[in-house]
């Protein structure tokens, strides 16, 4: 709507502005710093950051001591609620921008849990040529966000849906439906279950399994079976999407870790023969089974991410499990990470 | 996500809190009036308000003279930014709220706009039966938001698809597709816009005729004619929609406004001969041309509303031009009007 900030400078300094006449000390928290913002005689705060690290940034303004969000951005589920967000560019690089290519639409769908016992919603991407080819079926890949995020945020802060578009017109990437659930879930009568390595993880994949695919399956044009069905996520998603999709092997032939492993944030040892159910006890059997293990991450993710990480690949590689790993250069736990991520990813299924 | 404030209470009060030690003044600016919040010993701010009136309600939170989001709420794109919004629910009343019948998809659709030369969204409703009835074609009713809102408002704010969700079920509208555009266009030299009688709206009427309509009708199963396709909206929307459809006939055959119509906020007498190009200066003519003329508006609007509304009514009962007018009662120029509004105007449709 014309708002002059947030301005994003050409060297990547953000020049951010709040009026607030009577506040006595405003701050923007961004990149996991603070710059104190300083006020004219009109009463206007403003700052003007040093070069911010491409790629998109939650913040929030803090004035008074109370963390607020700014009002001349937008908002965006993240951190457990609207949260504003900016986007500093990365110079040069297009893959998951709009182009002048055919585009997908991002559906959003309602649907009633007996699970949960309430309304939920997901987000369908269906690929370009949905509509215009009326016959056709297609692979489905169900992509799971994270922590404090919901089923908005693989489309607003990942643009998995340019993503595609992008792969999908350069041949690189089969055209392929992509759903994205909310991973909270819980029981009616039970406990708010997110993590998914706790007792009450069941509602969510039950509602995934039990409920959303079986919905997929039977209102749009997929081909409904494991060879046809990938299951990705990021962090606590890449967590979910793991348990789940090894624990349904006849649902899943494909599956993916953003940034995030079985083991959650644990960087101990894992037994091969004895964690998860015992899934990876026979690499061999499990390599025959699974057409693509693949996980990624960025070189500059913070503890836990790397010793968690690095101890699920050290247990995979003693069970002879194979895997694609992809690192991501200079990017941290962010959606430049996992927007790298589904680039590399999404080309490898259903081939 | 469990957040426990803001809080309607069964009497319809609603409880707010925010936690904000360092401020000096909290107040919730919510229905036109500030209710002042105070501060317990944990530097936590309290308000609980008195009843408040049925329906949304956008408000914010003034910290020590700055106007922010409520942290504990969803934010809704109107007042031309990010908004807190709260629903205070209408007891007994659910033609708007999810039931247990077939549900729509809302699709996010993006496009490249030549005349404004920018990406643009729409958001599009396919009724219940679009994916299972593959052959069917609808007809399409073209649905505009109002002044500071965007093509998110009719679906997050309006419930628009669950009206038609509901309608379609109990039979009382035939399904038809809803495709809701952003109202604000300007090309790309140009001054923004968004008024619809100003001397530069043209933006936003090429792009709904020549860019928004063709690519519905070649991407979407719809019944391309005027017959099959309406034009309505609300306040600015409403201008805008009765200005179009009623300057392209060849491509409009029902329109409506909702609290809103072609002369703006000017309570003056307007001349059947002269006013809006002369469309209806032969009523006969018209009546015969147009199959629905639907007005609409809460009987607590505020000024200017019913003035300017009165002074069109007025103008086309003085030029033999029969329409339909829906009353709202008791209530402002808000979404329960405009909710209503649709619930009496949709079942009218292409019978």
Known sequence: ????????????????RIKAPEAKSVDV????????????????????????VEGFHYYALDVDGVRVNDPGSHAFFGTGKDASGIEVPEDGVDYYLPEEVPHGDVRIRIYHSKITGQWRRCFVYTPPDYDSNPTARYPVLYLQHGMGE?????????????????????????PMIIVMDSGYASRPAGPFSPASTGPDFTAFQDVMIKEVIPMIDSTLRTVPDRDHRAMAGLSMGANQALQIATHNLDTFAYMAGFSGTMNGLSTDPIDRDTAFGGVFKDGAAFNQRVKLLWLGMGTEEPKPFPGAIGAF?????????KYVFFSSPGTSHEWLTWRRDLNDFAPRLFK
């Open 1 to 16: 709507m014309g708002a002059q900030f947030p301005r994003i400078l050409p060297d990547h300094s953000v020049a951010f």
């Open 29 to 52: 928290d961004i990149t996991g710093k603070k710059f104190a913002m300083t006020k004219d005689s009109g009463g206007v705060w403003n700052v003007t950051t040093p070069h911010l």
């Open 150 to 174: 919901d089923e908005t945020g693989w489309i607003f802060q990942g643009h998995a849906n340019l993503i595609l578009d992008n792969l999908i017109a350069e041949k690189k990437a089969v």
């Open 313 to 321: 690949r050290a247990m995979l590689e003693k069970a002879g499990v």
